[in-house]
Structures are given as C-alpha cells and as structure tokens.
C-alpha cells in the first residue's frame, strides 16, 4: 500500500467551477498535511498546509481534513485557467523516529476556458 | 519573505566532472533539505539537515555529498554521476525538523548529465 495515494488524472474542470482534489494516507499518526501546487519545469509552490481536523480556508482554496477517514483534499474554488498544474499532496510520515515529508504521486488539473 | 534561492540553474556535466549545487535561505529557519524530482514524478528526499547536522540520510549514493557550512547555506557535491543522476534538484527549508513546518521549495537547478 502506498503512504500517500492520489489520483494522477487528468482531472478537466470548466472555467468558474469547483476543482476538488482528494488523498489518503497510510499512516494513521500523520499530523501535518500540505499542498502544493507545480506547474511544468517549475519547483512544488506550497499553497495550503492544514494540521487539525476540518476545514481550513485560504481565498479561493479550501484545504478538508479529515484524520478518522485518514483523508485530506483541497477545494478550488471559481477555478482559473492559471489553476491548470500538478498538485501534490505532502504527509508527514514518522519513519523509525523520523519525521518526514512524503508526497503522492500529483493529481494533474486542467481548467477548460 | 519565503524565498529560497539555488545557484546555478542549469547545469551540465560529464561523468567525470566534480560540481557543487548550491542553497541559501535567510529566513531563519534551521531545517534544510535537499530532494531529487524526476520528470512526472513527486520530489524524492535525499538528505536532511537540522541544526546544522545531518539527521536523514535517503540512502543516497556516496557520489553525493551533502554539506551545511551555516544555518543559511546548503551545499551538494557532485562527483563521477551517472547519467540517470539527471533530474531537477530541489532545496527546501522548514522552521524546524521535517513534517513539523511547513517546507518551502527554491527554484531548483536542472541538472543533466552527460
């Protein structure tokens, strides 16, 4: 089982809509959780981190928590064509005493004008 | 400020050639790493330093060396790659240890190697 599963898309969504980006995790004593957004040749942009159960809002992005169901997604609202880009979802896994960041493989968005 | 800057950008090399990849943050942060990201894949980690000591270690390849001469600079040395060594290296930085803060990524170097 992998530690941090996401759906690699692509996933199109028109111009104006909701984006929602979903992903689970393995590692049930998880305690930080992050976002980032990359777009093609560029490096991972953190754009919403989230530590406690439910909802954490950011302009137009909403990051979901949810530890039980050991799952995290980030809401887009009013999607932009500038949206368009991989977004990876970022774990802290405790691996033999050390903490670190594993990431899911990146669900690729594209927004439709 | 979150800038996290990396030198050089691009970067060639033979397999016999020795380079150093350089990072520098000034945000105080006392937590650094350094990541491989392969095309269409997520970023890989390779080392950890915090405080200035390393504390990860990826089981990474002796032909890279990492180094913390201070808490604002970070150092990999390059030395006989391979060719599948190209890749984008990332350096990131954190407050403080790994998954604890939120990290923030430079820009990369693209490395490739001939």
């Known amino acids: 089982q992998k530690e941090v599963e996401q759906n690699s898309g692509p996933l199109s969504v028109p111009e104006g809509a909701i984006a929602s980006l979903n992903c689970t995790y393995s590692d049930r004593g998880s305690q930080s959780f992050f976002w980032y957004r990359q777009y093609s040749g560029k490096s991972p942009e953190l754009i919403m981190f989230?530590?406690?159960?439910g909802d954490k809002e950011d302009g137009r992005f909403t990051a979901q928590l949810n530890k039980a169901s050991q799952y995290v997604s980030l809401l887009i609202r009013d999607s932009q064509p500038s949206d368009s880009a991989t977004y990876l979802c970022a774990v802290s896994i405790s691996n033999f005493g050390n903490e670190k960041l594993t990431f899911g493989t990146g669900t690729r968005l594209t927004i439709i004008p | 400020d979150t800038e996290v800057t990396q030198t050089p950008k691009h970067l060639v090399m033979g397999m016999t050639n020795k380079k150093s990849l350089k990072c520098e943050q000034h945000?105080?942060?006392?937590?650094m790493y350094w990541y491989k990201q392969k095309a269409k894949k997520p970023p890989e980690l390779m080392f950890v330093y915090s405080y200035e000591k390393l504390s990860i270690n990826e089981s990474v390849p002796s032909r890279f060396s990492p180094e913390c001469p201070n808490s604002s600079l970070l150092n990999l040395h390059l030395h006989a790659l391979q060719p599948e060594d190209s890749a984008l290296y990332l350096c990131a930085s954190s407050l403080e240890g790994p998954g604890v803060h939120e990290q923030y990524f430079g820009p990369g170097t693209r490395l490739t190697v001939t």
């Open positions: 989230i530590y406690s159960n």
């Open positions: 945000m105080g942060h006392r937590a």
